[in-house]
């Protein structure tokens, strides 16, 4: 049986006649910038994040980009992130002219180290930027008390990551801003592009929302130079229909992890298969569900999954720090050994809320199968 890395239709067929209603009314009202359903999705998103604000924007790139305009970071500026993320983490950070600061991460959660960051604080940065990867929270509890110490912002990249709690709070109220994506595949996803800034502070949230729309307030004064970057009322409309499901969704992928958690320890495969682990105090709501292959064995496993046509990703092969556009930063190889063991071994298995049990069995008995080939193998090798 084949089974996708990820089916978006199956999530959004069983809306389709409230999703088409809800954007027939936007086309048939014509709003289709800064319409009624933005300002609704707006109060819901705050509402859900427990933030006292929430600004739509274009994407979760432009969340990021208009969070770092808006604290005034730019050149001679550093920001202290995490290397182990998706591109746009650090790209925003280059847009704005200021200097990204690539941090190692702690192997167990993939998420930023706040030892690490500590060590990278100069009088120049402004800014710690942890990412919520794979929907599980970074230790925001240590990152905030060394940001406090040190007078910097906290801007969270919560793309991957609407729901996920640290200590009971929701990401996207845990720090200065916090960044959300609505790109088809995070646990929100939209028909599209689109994003959203969460913060408290009411002045930030003013000012944010200006930028997004290129700095005019009122209309044709600019004291500030914006871009454009809104959230489609078609698809604030659409969100807001998916986003009553949002939790059962990462219910659902709550209960896929901790099958395969299960299923993998029952199996004894913690030779072969290391599982993701979710630090204390902390509720993932698994955008990802990543294990580590050990022994050099991931694209090994890859391909024997391919081959049984089960769909897996690499999120992400190549980090920041060695990312050929950043060469002039002056990474090499070996500055940050547990982001560099991470991306050799990380693979990514189907976890979507809809995946059923025999899916996910599937995935489970090739893996099984491809243990005990590796464990012959090896014993082959050993003799
Ligand atoms: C998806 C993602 C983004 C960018 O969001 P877009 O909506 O695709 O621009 C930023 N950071 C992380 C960690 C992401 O996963």
Sequence with gaps: MPVPMLDVNRQN???????????????????????????????NVAEYCGAEHAVGCASGTDAL?????????GPGDEVILPSFTFFATAGSVWRVGATPVFADIVPGTYNLSPEDVERRITPHTKAIMPVHLFGQAADMTALNRIAKKHDLYVIEDAAQAIGATEAGKRVGSLGTIGCFSFYPTKNLGGMGDGGMITTDDAELAHKMRILCDHGQDPR??????????????????????K???????????????????????????????GVPGVAQGRRSVWNQYT??????????????????????????????????????????????????????????????????????????????AFAAQARTGAKRDAA
């Design 243 to 273: 986003l009553r499901s949002l939790d059962s969704y990462a219910e659902a992928r709550e209960k896929h992890a901790f099958r395969y958690n299960e299923r993998f320890k029952k199996l004894s495969l913690s030779d072969v298969i």
């Design 65 to 73: 980009l208009v969070a770092l305009m808006a604290l005034e970071i």
């Design 291 to 368: 294990v580590r292959v050990e022994n050099g064995q991931r694209d090994a496993l890859q391909q024997y999954l391919a081959e049984r046509k089960i769909g897996s990703a690499i999120y992400y092969p190549v980090p920041l720090h060695l990312q050929a556009c950043f060469a002039e930063l002056g990474y090499q190889e070996g500055d940050l050994p547990h982001t560099e063991q991470a991306a050799r071994e990380v693979l990514s298995l189907p976890v979507f809320p809809e995946l059923t049990k025999a899916e996910q069995s599937e995935v489970i008995d090739a893996i099984a």
């Design 13 to 43: 067929q069983p809306l389709m006649d409230e999703i088409t209603a809800a954007i027939t009314e936007v086309c048939t009202t014509g709003a289709f910038v800064k319409g009624p359903a933005v300002k609704q999705l707006e109060q």
């Design 220 to 241: 044709y004064y600019h004291h500030m130079v914006g871009v454009n970057s809104r959230l489609d009322t078609i698809q604030a409309a659409a969100l807001g229909v």
